[in-house]
């Protein structure tokens, strides 16, 4: 297939397609100014960014740069890949500089850069574990030393540094990188692939963000490799964990390592958007949607093994034993995005905000100072966080930890946030698409001229979402919002009339005259949500949602004494909305030991999953027995 | 406390504690001539123990140690532990030809000690993979290496050979051996343990069949020493994993890898027993009663997770991922048989009659020549088997394999087949009781002379368990059956009258007439069990048991084109008792896609299921769904 260069493009957000039903809009385009969505990224820039940082200055794992570079002493520092949560956090700080002016963020991301390009060898490579006296050579353990991969995520950082306009130091320590891979693994290379996909969807990306054609060749070439049993396994990881064991365009589902699977997945569907390959990319939409219906939990969260972070068979999802990590959500949602984008099906951005509101926001701690690694849907026991300066050795699902040995998730939640108004708007040339409903205003050109709105919203927490025209050219164009698929019973007004909207996306097509207002009203009345009866885990229980948000019991919304192994759920009785979740009827198991008489019923509030554990260590469930 | 040397026994089975309430006969004593337990120990010496020992003649595990004798090149074949199996082989070969004789298993029994005897090194040292020429120092990896824990099942070898009442070759390498573990791990040696728990039991046992209070002495400091962290952990491996963050005496359930902390407790309770510390084994008591009634399957099965083969949280205890280890179930044998001897109640009696006749027998396949590694309650999708000549790379639940690359499990069934008859039969002096239900002749000297009886049975398959008084003294003796908890409304005849008999054990005293017949008839209707309301994995679905097996549905048995994923049970109609298991009525699913019209019930055979995946590839659940 012919690949061919193009134009660098205009600072745009974390995914830019080449062709597709949908254009991203970027961070110049949207502005977040408050909300759920804005609070985050408030969070983000006030603590995340800040905790990432300081964790790995305290513990070395930036100093690594310096030891190569020869300005500090010492033993490597952490794992081989901690590299790649540096680059992580730089890819954060980029999109949070793009989002805002920070004079002090910019001199501390310029002084980190700046120690980064002190390590990169002549050459271009650049590893602080491998490859300098001491070390094991380049590329001496592909299947585990991630070398490709946190590769990948330094050109992702350089990519976020572009899309947002500067094309300095990070974007030329990437070219080298790049320049570097070429000769290393290009058409001349060696014949190899990474055991941890992400050099795949950094490259592709990469050259969107510079328009050279090679980058996106290497792409190509490292996603056809994959799939041919090339890395060897071990006792414990099979082909299918490295997703090995069949050709990307061969496979019918996601298996194996599902934060590797994931990855893959944005990376194939970037190549094959970019070279026209639409078998490639129709492979891999099967492949999620399957997926999703069969290996995904109700919060969006995938992975249920915590064995090798692997997903399990179709419908093997434990509730008490889901992994569901943060990282694989994440990477739920880079698919989902790229998906919404070359089909403009409004059920990949159903999917992609389940994902976000519930599988990732669950990792942070309100403060922003610990994550969930893994994401349980039921805990059973009480368990007692770490310390904040405590270094967490392994990922539990029962508890949030302030720093992990492997610490993927904080540096990928950052950098999430961070470009959070890149998953909220779209444009196909004739119209202006809201996927997600967030407070801000959003200003794009369209074929017809510039339009601009703001957005004013307290969704999730309420329904009402109302849009106004600030500008709009003097031609007929359309304002369109997304309606969940839950959302039954949904209105839209436009022009003053208002009519019921189902779901999809409700569309305004006229010629618009600033200060007009739209607005559409979600029905957020909880619901109960029945599983489905193949997925055994759960069967006899009930789960509630509200809106797009998953609710859950926490045993600190129960009387003293009663936890939540004590109660079923009381189908029959009312489900009454209250500020923040449901309020629900549950009786008292009669066998559980209590000192309530087993007649008594409790009235208990339901709170939004991603809020659980925030009040102090609690017993959890989001599916509760309505059964023996 | 005080440790005196005991006077070596008279031959018996494999364990002989020096106290508690009963005390096991051993394979002198005690012939099974037919029936189900028969036909295992002709599998057994048929094929099992063949297969053992040509898989590991062709893939050089044997050929290790003539290397290190310097009889044969090469690297050394398989992982660090391998030599484990040579020596659960040699148990089993040893036990075998204490059951009957066999001149040519003798001899190749002499040949395969002969060529381990050429491996030990001149002060006692034995181990293939450690402290010679070009490997790893002697005991450099204590965590991983399982050098003690290789040296455990070499002298359980031994102990099989006393107590089969030969003392030659291998039980003097043996005591070589355990004088070396004094110099190097006694008072004056290293304090330190072995990251796989083995060692204990093994020591206390061989001091038991030697009389040797130092090998005792070390077995207790080994227990003792276990609990105080002093294992290295891992990113994955904690120190509950080794059972190495709570002192045995301290714990309160069993927790991480399950047959460590089974193996362990057994030799805890072993420690105990020879050292009277009441303490200790109330302990290890305590953590298996609470870990049978919160972390044990209806099989008998334990250690939920595939996660490092663990143990899970309380009631945490998926059908479809469960691990439920062979060895593991082996371990809780041990466990139920020490706990029996300690205590008399019969209630450990059910539970290693549960967990062998399910857990354990579900392993091998009808001809011997495969076997389960990890064992599910249920399988969504057909798998097919390794071919017979393929070497398996890890366990999984959902296939039967001919060998694995750790390959504890079939040298573990056939060790243990191999001493069937020593968990059939005891007696306190003054009665015998019969705890297992076996066809064949028992013989023991009470208190008031030899007393001998005739059992003849076809349990499982039948509730008649008929007992002949072939020899008795001539003094009132007691002679006891078990009444399984399980078995509702069995009678018990005795003098020629029937009485009803609840579960416990049926006792007749009196002075026995040769020639005079006793009966207990269980009762063996097939019964719905209901799971424990916490166990939320099984929660809206029953499984059938009849007598002691746990039945299980299987997709051959049902009609072509409905899977046991398109089925849940009818629980208001009849279930009817059939050859080998029960025929139940089961509704199709209204979602399930079939060609059958909704309203089509079912009728099906469930077949015990140990016999599971024994006609081919199937799916298969035990507990059948009775709700959405």
Redesign the interface.
């Given at each position: 297939m012919s690949i061919t260069a193009s134009a660098p493009p205009a600072p745009s957000g974390p995914v830019s397609p080449r062709h597709g039903a949908l254009r991203p809009l970027g961070l110049a385009e949207v502005r977040i100014t408050g909300g759920l969505w804005g609070g985050l990224q408030e969070l983000n820039a006030r603590a995340i960014i800040d905790h990432c940082l300081g964790w790995m200055e305290r513990i070395g794992w930036i100093a690594n740069f310096d030891r190569i570079a020869g300005t500090a002493d010492g033993e490597h520092a952490g794992?081989e890949f901690v590299d790649s949560e540096v680059y992580k956090l730089l890819e954060a700080m980029a999109w949070e500089l793009g989002r805002r002016d920070d004079p002090a963020l910019a001199e501390r991301y310029d002084a980190l850069v700046a120690r980064v390009a002190a390590a990169q060898d002549a050459d271009g490579y650049i590893n602080t574990s491998f490859g300098h006296p001491g070390q094991r050579a380049r590329y001496s353990d592909l299947e585990w030393g991630h070398e490709l991969y946190c590769a990948g995520h330094l050109l992702q950082a350089a990519v976020a540094r572009l899309r947002t306009g500067h094309d300095d130091e990070l974007p030329a320590i990437a070219r080298r990188v790049a320049d570097h891979l070429w000769e290393a693994f290009g058409p001349d290379g060696r014949d190899a692939i990474c055991g941890h996909a992400e050099i795949e969807v950094a490259l592709a990306e990469f050259s969107r963000a510079t328009g050279e054609p090679r980058h996106l060749e290497l792409a190509r070439l490292f996603v056809e490799r994959r799939g041919h049993r090339t890395l060897a396994?071990t006792?414990?990881q099979?082909s299918d964990y490295f997703q090995d064991d069949v050709p990307v365009r061969d496979a019918e589902v996601l298996r194996g390592h599902a934060v590797r699977a994931l990855y893959l997945s944005a990376g194939a569907l970037d190549v094959a958007d970019e070279t026209g390959d639409d078998e490639l990319a129709s492979a891999v939409e099967a492949q999620y949607r399957r997926s999703i219906e069969r290996r995904s939990y109700l919060t969006g969260g995938v992975g249920s093994?915590?064995?090798n972070e692997e997903f399990?068979?179709?419908?093997?999802l434990?509730?008490?034993?889901a992994y569901a990590e943060t990282c694989a959500a994440i990477g739920s949602v880079m698919v989902a995005w790229r998906l919404l984008l070359r089909t403009g099906d409004a059920g990949y951005a159903d999917q992609l905000e389940r994902t976000l509101l519930n599988a990732v926001l669950v990792s942070p701690r309100h403060d922003g100072r610990a994550f969930y690694y893994a994401n349980t849907l039921?805990q059973?026991?009480r368990t007692h966080p770490n310390a904040d300066d405590e270094l967490s050795?392994?990922a539990e699902a029962s508890m949030r930890a302030p720093w992990f040995?492997?610490s993927c998730c904080p540096t990928n939640v950052a950098r999430t946030l961070a470009s959070l108004a890149g998953y909220v708007a779209t444009t196909d040339g004739a119209a202006l698409q809201l996927h997600q409903f967030v407070t801000g205003e959003v200003r794009v050109q369209l074929d017809a001229g510039a339009l601009a709105v703001r957005v004013e919203t307290a969704y999730p927490h309420d329904g009402r979402v109302r849009v106004t025209v600030l500008e709009a050219p003097d031609a007929e164009v359309g304002i369109a919002l997304r309606v969940p698929g839950w959302a039954d019973g949904a209105t839209f007004t436009a022009a003053g009339a208002t009519a019921p909207a189902s779901p999809g996306y409700a569309t305004a097509r006229r010629v618009f005259a600033p200060g007009e207002q739209l607005e559409l009203v979600l029905p957020l009345e909880p619901r109960l949500t029945?599983p489905d009866?193949?997925v055994?885990?759960?069967?006899?229980?009930l789960a509630v949602e509200r809106g797009p948000l998953v609710l859950a019991l926490e045993d600190v919304d129960l009387p003293d004494g009663v936890d939540v192994?004590h109660v079923e759920l009381d189908e029959a009785a009312p489900v009454i909305a209250t500020a923040d979740g449901a309020e629900v009827a549950l009786r008292v198991?009669t066998?559980a030991d209590l000192p309530l008489a087993p007649a008594d019923g409790i009235r208990a509030r339901l709170r939004p999953y991603k809020d659980w554990a925030n009040r102090g260590p609690s017993t959890m469930r989001v599916?509760i027995?309505t059964?023996?």
């Open positions: 794992i396994t006792l414990f099979g093994h915590h064995q399990g068979e179709d419908y093997e434990p509730a008490d034993r039921h059973r026991v050795e392994r040995e492997v029945a009866p193949r055994d885990a759960v069967r006899g229980q192994e198991r066998d599916w027995p059964v023996r």
